[in-house]
């Protein structure tokens, strides 16, 4: 009995033994059979290795291991099915997708084609108009030789006669005096021939000429700006200003791309978002990614700067927060006595490729995700300024990763006295022709 009390109890063996050998009553099988169940007392075997269960499991939670253990054969089926049904829905996506990949090269091969054409027929009509002035200065030279011929004809005429004048008066000059003085063999009296006036007109139009190489300058020159400026049409940008930014001196036309400059002040209280001492507006869409272009027409316009700016630009006073240019906010170029100059963090540099007219249109490339904006002279797509992360050190180049959304922007410039204050400035329609 103390054996196998002392199995039961582990280290307890020899407290057993001792109350068994002091008279003590030692426990009944009874009393063994109470700790076991209510105490769940275990051999603490060091060498057994199987991990004991407190309680034994119920019958249900024992189907549900056999259960999740190993799937039935319908659960086997059914997921064979679904597999297959996946297998099949993949390979028709991938043959969809390499159909795609074809249907891409076709396409973007008739799209060459088409591009091929349009440029043959430019160049057809390049070789045609060619041909058509080789044409016009080669009658230019027959014309002009027939005239010189029939005139070189003349003169040999006059030449036979000279020299038959000449052979007549050397004949004479052989005779006697006798037959001198009885006035036998005299020449006949001819007359000097001198140029007509007429002869100084027989010579290739030149003048005619130098103003088709000008033409064709002018048209080199266009054409090679409507290949330049077709891609950025297709980048076109619809520019709306905000009505809501706008100073209380400009006016902005029903659709928002025109904008006038008037001398008395809106009566709409003044909102949040409205420049209240400088005279700016911002466009309503932002830029954040991606390509955009748009054009303003400057003309009635005699002061002026264009730009874009960040949300965050300042719009309250007068201080360099809120001006173009100013400031880290915003990038323009302005138009101010004249001269012309691009704005940057309160920098400037005078602007590239001004000619000798007063510029037209401005146009604004923005190439959002590699940090560049361009600023163009629209009617001969001339650059004015290239602000990117690879600038002069004239501009900080640490800003010119964009870090906020950009807006369109504007502003109207103060001109001499001597000039009348700045009209109209207005977003130009584009589309490709």
């Not at 043959?120 to 045609?128: G, P, S, V, Y």
């Not at 001198?194 to 054409?223: C, V």
């Not at 954040?288 to 700016?309: F, I």
């Not at 361009?374 to 290239?386: G, P, R, T």
Request: aromatic residues 6%.
């Amino acid at each position: 009995m103390a054996d196998r009390v002392s199995l039961s109890v582990g280290n307890g063996d020899t407290t057993m033994a001792q109350s068994e050998q002091s008279g003590l009553a030692a426990p009944s099988a009874g009393a063994h059979s109470v700790l076991q169940d209510g105490l769940s007392f275990t051999p603490l075997d060091s060498n057994c290795d199987r991990v004991v269960q407190p309680f034994p499991r119920s019958p249900k939670l024992q189907r549900k291991k056999v259960t999740d253990g190993k799937p039935s054969q319908e659960q086997l089926t059914r997921h064979l099915e679904e597999l297959q049904a996946e297998k099949s829905k993949t390979e028709a996506h991938i043959e969809s997708l390499k159909k795609r990949n074809t249907d891409l090269s076709r396409s973007t091969e008739m799209m060459k084609q088409q591009v091929h054409e349009r440029f043959e027929n430019m160049r057809a009509i390049l070789k045609q108009d060619e041909q058509a002035v080789l044409d016009y200065l080669e009658l230019d030279l027959r014309q002009t030789r027939t005239r010189l011929e029939h005139v070189l004809k003349n003169w040999k005429q006059h030449q036979d006669q000279v020299t038959k004048s000449i052979s007549s008066t050397q004949t004479a000059l052989s005779k006697s005096s006798a037959a001198e003085e009885d006035g036998k063999g005299q020449s006949e009296n001819l007359s000097p021939k001198k140029p007509d006036a007429s002869e100084k007109q027989i010579r290739l139009n030149e003048e005619r000429f130098e103003r088709l190489l000008k033409t064709l300058s002018s048209i080199s020159r266009n054409l090679r700006a409507q290949l330049q400026r077709k891609t950025l049409l297709l980048d076109s940008s619809p520019v709306v200003f905000d009505k809501q930014t706008c100073h209380s001196q400009i006016a902005v036309t029903s659709e928002g791309r025109g904008m006038f400059f008037s001398s008395s002040g809106s009566s709409v209280p003044e909102h949040p978002l409205q420049f209240d001492k400088v005279c700016c507006a911002l466009g309503s869409s932002p830029l954040t990614a991606g390509q955009s272009y748009w054009e303003v027409d400057v003309r009635c316009c005699s002061a002026w700067a264009v730009g874009v700016a960040y949300t965050s630009l300042q719009r309250k006073g007068r201080d360099k927060g809120a001006k173009l240019g100013r400031n880290r906010n915003s990038w323009c170029v302005e138009l101010r006595d004249s001269n012309l100059s691009a704005w940057h963090n309160d920098r400037h540099v005078a602007c590239q490729g001004v000619g000798q007219t007063a510029l037209g249109k401005v146009g604004v490339l923005v190439r959002y995700d590699k940090g560049q904006l361009i600023f163009y002279d629209a009617d001969n797509m001339v650059v004015l300024q290239k602000f990117s992360a690879a600038m002069t050190p004239v501009f900080d180049r640490a800003h010119h990763q964009f870090t906020e959304p950009l807006y369109p922007a504007i502003r109207f410039l103060r001109p001499p006295l001597n000039q009348m204050w700045p009209n109209h400035l207005e977003i130009c329609h584009l589309h490709m022709l």
